[in-house]
């Protein structure tokens, strides 16, 4: 009886594992692409303001298109600021968390079914050694 329960509790704990390590990697990927998110935003405002110092060999001073560009740059930094505290948000929301019940919960859970493997092993080699005697 104890042993199809443990069975049992060996099976879910293998079952929590694989789900909870596929649920870790998506929201891996997707603080992942948010980090990216936010450099490639951070990186296009940088570019946007170098515009004003560079020299086209055709181009003239075309102050239009470096005023343009300097908006946009601002807006672009504005987006860049929020994808930062977005990318923030989502470590200490999302990515912590998740972190914490693999490293410290689910790693107690699979150490406590290695730990009874081992006993069970143990136990069956006492009973066959003690029905021989």
Do not use: W
């Amino acid at each position: 009886m104890t042993r199809s329960l443990l069975g049992v509790f060996e099976e879910d704990a293998t079952a929590i594992s694989n789900y909870m390590n596929q649920l870790y990697q998506a929201m891996h990927r997707i603080y992942d692409a948010q980090n990216e998110l936010s450099a490639a935003t951070h990186l296009t405002s940088k570019l946007l303001k170098e515009y004003e110092k560079q020299r086209f060999p055709l181009g003239g001073d075309d102050e239009v298109m470096s005023s343009t560009l300097q908006q946009f740059s601002k807006v672009i930094d504005e987006l860049s600021s929020c994808h930062a505290v977005l990318s923030t948000q989502l470590a200490d929301a999302m990515m912590f968390p998740i972190t914490q019940f693999k490293e410290r919960d689910l790693k107690e859970i699979l150490t406590l079914k290695e730990v009874f493997q081992i006993a069970s092993n143990d136990h069956d080699a006492a009973i066959n050694r003690y029905s021989r005697l």
